[in-house]
């Protein structure tokens, strides 16, 4: 079973930087895509960053595009999320999350780590 955990997270003024972090156990996870998704209080879950394993290859949510920056660690089997320029919107729990290639949704979540952006 595939375990994610989360770190990393805090509070920050406007125009700070954090780096999250998600360290990955159980298993491999090449051939696999990692995420982070964000939930602010009384909103959706939203979509921020992904990159494939394998290949490297990153998406980014508008939002964030030019200010967060999705990256891996193969030999600590870690994705992290470098978070610069932040705003008071981007508020929220983030969470990490993993998948198969050949899977569209999300299976495998960490228990989130909040993040805390003051004005």
């Known amino acids: 079973q595939l375990q994610l955990v989360e770190s990393g997270g805090g509070l920050v003024q406007a125009g700070g930087s954090l780096r999250l972090s998600c360290a990955a156990s159980?298993?491999?996870?090449?051939?696999?895509?990692l995420g982070w998704f964000r939930q602010a209080p009384g909103k959706d879950r939203e979509f921020v960053a992904r990159?494939?394993?394998?290949?490297?290859?990153?998406g980014y949510a508008d939002s964030v595009k030019g200010r967060f920056t999705i990256s891996r660690d193969n030999a600590k089997n870690t994705v992290y999320l470098q978070m610069n320029s932040l705003k008071p919107e981007d508020t929220a729990v983030y969470y990490c999350?993993?998948?198969?290639?050949?899977?569209?949704?999300?299976?495998?979540w960490g228990q989130g780590t909040q993040v805390t952006v003051s004005s």
């Open positions: 999350a993993a998948r198969p290639v050949t899977m569209t949704l999300y299976p495998y």
């Open positions: 159980g298993r491999t996870v090449s051939n696999y895509r």
């Open positions: 990159i494939s394993w394998n290949t490297g290859n990153t």
